[in-house]
């Protein structure tokens, strides 16, 4: 499903409901989110949720959908790669984000030591998964090494790079050229179609949908508490 100038659109979910709603829409894969899968499960982002509840939600959203599904799993939960794999497929998931910074202190990790970490995975793997490989060079104050990184890390065996953060027309054209990425849509980015003229296959939305839905949840909530109706804007 990802191919170059013709997108793969994923608007990521948190649990069975919204991913259903997801394919009633018409997409043709759901994507989880782990900051939203967390918040869901009343943990925050960056690995504090316990992986057992974590790999018990991506498999609740892929029985509830009949789709492929892709989980985003931080950069996996401290499991072994052959652990990881056999765990992950245990869910139903058929694919995985996986990022290159310590989700804990958010610093990035040597290059080489993940490129290690991805061709382990798909050793594991073989094309039982789709990797893709979450670059988090321009949210760390290091993009001059998104280019470098995100070959790298093809190279290693990924499926995909996923450069988060990356927002300008000229990056996102210089990055589609190295091979397939992955971008996070915000009101940042070009338009949708502006990013499949860029050359980038597949199109997501990171936790934006439920922190959107969550905003709104809390102005109908005030409206509750101040005596109106929740249901007006």
């Known amino acids: 499903m990802h191919k170059k100038g013709n997108p793969l659109?994923?608007?990521?979910?948190?649990?069975?409901?919204s991913a259903r709603a997801v394919q009633a829409a018409g997409f043709p894969a759901v994507a989880t989110s782990s900051a939203a899968v967390a918040l869901s499960l009343g943990y925050a982002d960056g690995?504090?949720?316990?992986v057992e509840e974590m790999l018990d939600a991506v498999a609740r959203i892929a029985r509830a959908v009949d789709v492929p599904v892709t989980a985003d799993l931080?950069?996996?939960?401290?499991?072994p790669p052959a652990q990881f794999v056999e765990r992950l497929l245990a869910t139903g998931a058929v694919g995985c984000n996986l990022e290159d910074s310590d989700p804990r202190t958010k610093a990035l990790i040597d290059v080489d030591r993940h490129a290690d970490f991805l061709a382990e995975v798909r050793a594991a793997a073989g094309a039982e998964v789709v990797i893709n490989a979450r670059v988090d060079a321009f949210i760390r104050g290091a993009r001059e090494q998104a280019v470098a990184r995100t070959r790298r890390y093809l190279d290693a065996g990924a499926d995909c790079a996923y450069p988060i953060g990356a927002s300008t027309a000229e990056d996102i054209e210089t990055l589609a050229n190295t091979g397939p990425?992955?971008?996070?849509?915000?009101p940042a980015t070009p338009p949708i179609q502006e990013l499949a003229r860029s050359g980038v296959a597949r199109i997501s939305f990171g936790d934006g949908i439920h922190e959107a839905l969550s905003a709104r949840h809390e102005r109908m909530l005030a409206a509750i508490a101040a005596g109106a109706s929740p249901y007006q804007e």
Do not use: K, S
């Open 9 to 17: 659109i994923l608007p990521n979910a948190w649990d069975a409901a």
């Open 47 to 50: 690995e504090a949720t316990p």
């Open 74 to 79: 931080e950069r996996g939960y401290g499991l």
């Open 181 to 186: 990425v992955n971008i996070l849509f915000t």
